[in-house]
């Protein structure tokens, strides 16, 4: 049976009244006061309710207080103990998610409650729903303005062990003959006892680890060896076959081997040089998700996009920063194909940029068309180097050639409006008594002297030109300051060294730390605003929450409620009755 609390409905008796005012307040200004008020009635909890029966069975714990344990739990990177005792006894996280009754019913939840929360929550990737939701009420309610965004990436790694080339041969065949082991024993008995204990048996493959260097490639080829037997003697065999540690071996020896016939018409196993693996193989049988960056290593990375502004507010403080956008994807994923999805997301989200500051990786020509096309200005230095003496030509805003660098003017110009090329053509008596002509990058043809380019080379000479000027140095300055974030994402939620394995679930730790970080940060900001202006209330703040009554504490009605609750409105004070 579905346990849902209502959190909207104000007390009349304050809960907490026993903290004492100076404890009151301290907690109203901390983040437990404003996942209180602002984030508590915002999650997901009719997309959680639908798992459930209704009227049938025992009863749940309450869903806001366990999506809300979730999140808090990843905005302080704590263990699954650690959050259950922090749900039964720290105070700060029962004024957080609502919790007044002090009995193991309210106050508890069990390792497993725990555990079948965060997989529902992460199958149904209600983490996605969380975000927004949370990322735009605080947009929303502390009117933050997202015309101004940067983004960056972020490595990080999952619960994974960092394995070798060697490693991975060897852990995913032992993986494999464990499973075989396990659901289908009297086919691994029909194996060579030396190819299974080699694997099996821990003393003999440890010494897989105590390989030189000078013998590894030798290992390795006997290792492949053993991996293709494997593949070959189970591929008629649809069980086996269909086993998630037989495909992954397929996978290794797809990536890492290839299938040459020798003259004597049979196979053998071919090992592929380094540099000839993918970025994108298997690098943990553990983690078969992850991906291999050669600057950053083995894991994912996230994307992140965050809200910044140029100047400051009335009170002499730099605005609220929030992070709008949190995608993680595989290590070997290029940052530039990152650009056009995350434009998109936040186009749906209504939080789309105006201006949006990136490194060179991210500025490509075609990211930034499509940024402009979007209605989104991309400012980010351009990768390559011009070609020679090509800056030194004039050109008219349609991109054809106006003068070159001797001041001629061509005496024909070929447009190519379909593939965007375009030729201008000098002739050959003005160029060849040109003092220019040794550096000039036009080519010599029959008709005369060619310049041949594209709208592209257009556009990247002017975005070239545009970065030797102030007006860019002065708004690309801003864009180093989501290196702080980064720092401050894993000093704060610890996101460098995930817990889980999979994408889905990395991706689950990434959406609610970047959301818990928006959290802390926002609670900071509204501290530092009353420290300077007390009277300062955000726009949309709800009802203070102790000031009517509740359903689950009196066994009245809502009508009842309510009318009660208008009546003691008309001569409230504005502060809490304590009792």
Not at 19 to 27: A, C, D
Not at 47 to 74: D, N, W
Request: some cysteine.
């Amino acid at each position: 049976m579905i346990r849902i609390d209502d959190h909207k409905t104000p007390y009349i008796l304050d809960p907490f009244g026993y903290l004492g005012p100076k404890r009151r307040k301290q907690m109203e200004r901390s983040w437990a006061g404003l996942f209180r008020k602002y984030i508590l009635t915002e999650l997901p909890v009719e997309v959680l309710a639908k798992k459930f029966p209704s009227r049938t069975g025992h009863p749940t714990k309450e869903i806001y207080a366990m999506l809300g344990a979730l999140l808090i739990q990843q905005m302080f990177n704590l263990t699954d103990e650690e959050t259950v005792e922090q749900f039964s006894f720290n105070i700060m996280w029962h004024y957080a998610l609502d919790i007044v009754d002090t009995s193991d019913d309210s106050s508890y939840v069990s390792l497993k409650t725990l555990w079948n929360m965060r997989q529902i929550v992460t199958v149904e990737h209600l983490h996605d729903i969380i975000f927004d939701k949370v990322t735009k009420k605080l947009i929303d309610s502390l009117k933050v303005s997202t015309d101004n965004q940067r983004l960056d990436s972020m490595h990080i790694v999952s619960n994974m062990r960092h394995l070798g080339r060697l490693g991975i041969f060897v852990e995913t065949i032992r993986k494999f003959l464990a499973n075989l082991k396990r659901h289908h024993r009297p086919l691994l008995l029909e194996l060579d006892d030396e190819l299974v204990a080699r694997y099996l048996d821990r003393k003999q493959r440890n010494a897989f680890s105590m390989v030189k260097p000078s013998e590894s490639r030798r290992k390795i080829k006997e290792v492949a060896d053993d991996l293709f037997l494997l593949v070959e003697w189970f591929s008629g065999h649809y069980q086996v076959a269909g086993m998630t540690s037989y495909q992954q071996m397929l996978r290794v020896l797809r990536e890492q081997c290839l299938i040459e016939e020798s003259p004597d018409h049979e196979k053998q196993v071919v090992v592929r040089e380094n540099k000839e693996v993918s970025s994108s193989s298997l690098q943990n049988p553990s983690d078969p998700d992850a991906g291999y960056d050669a600057h950053k290593g083995k894991g994912y990375q996230v994307q992140l996009a965050e809200t910044y502004s140029e100047t400051k507010d009335e009170d002499d403080h730099r605005p609220l920063a929030l992070i709008t956008y949190a995608e993680a994807e595989p290590a070997h994923h290029s940052d530039a194909q990152a650009v056009k999805p995350m434009l998109e997301k936040l186009a749906e989200q209504e939080h789309k940029p105006t201006q949006l500051l990136a490194d060179s990786l991210y500025g490509s020509d075609d990211n930034c068309t499509f940024a402009q096309e979007n209605g989104t200005e991309l400012i980010a230095p351009t990768m390559g180097t011009p070609k020679d003496g090509f800056n030194t030509f004039t050109f008219a805003d349609d991109g054809k050639v106006i003068t070159c660098p001797a001041g001629h003017a061509p005496w024909r110009i070929h447009h190519n409006a379909r593939k965007g090329r375009i030729s201008a053509c000098f002739q050959h008596q003005l160029c060849s008594t040109c003092e220019l002509r040794d550096i000039c990058p036009t080519q010599h043809a029959k008709k005369g002297r060619y310049l041949r380019y594209r709208h592209k080379d257009i556009r990247l000479l002017r975005r070239r030109a545009f970065e030797q000027t102030d007006t860019f140095h002065q708004k690309y300055r801003f864009r180093s300051g989501i290196e702080a974030t980064n720092s401050e994402m894993d000093r704060r939620t610890g996101i460098k060294n995930i817990r889980y394995r999979g994408l889905l679930k990395v991706s689950y730790c990434t959406k609610l730390k970047a959301a818990a970080l928006n959290i802390l940060r926002a609670a900071a900001y509204l501290r530092q605003k009353r420290e300077h202006n007390p009277d300062f209330q955000p726009q949309c703040e709800p009802m203070s929450m102790f000031l009517c009554f509740k359903e689950r504490f009196f066994g009245l009605k809502k009508k009842i409620y309510a009318s009660l609750a208008s009546r003691l409105n008309d001569f409230s004070t504005g502060t809490a009755l304590v009792v």
